[in-house]
């Protein structure tokens, strides 16, 4: 599968941003529910926290969704 590039103009984004930003979740409330559901993987790893900070090269890995690599701009 191919990896999605998103581009940062700052340090960090967290995992919550990420999915209402990418359209996997339709407003911010949701990630909470999204991430108890899914099993989202951050570099591998599972994580359900959506305050997670997110940085240039981590990579995050959805169901259903292609992975997508964090990059700075």
Do not use: C
């Amino acid at each position: 599968m191919e990896t999605k590039t998103i581009k940062i103009d700052r340090p960090f984004i967290t995992l919550g941003q990420l999915l209402k930003e990418e359209g996997i979740i339709p407003t911010g409330g949701a990630a909470k529910w999204f991430l108890k559901e899914h099993d989202v993987r951050v570099n591998n790893e599972l994580d359900d926290r959506r305050g997670r900070k997110l940085y240039p090269e981590d990579v995050v890995i959805i169901p259903e969704h292609e992975p997508i690599m964090i990059k700075s701009k």
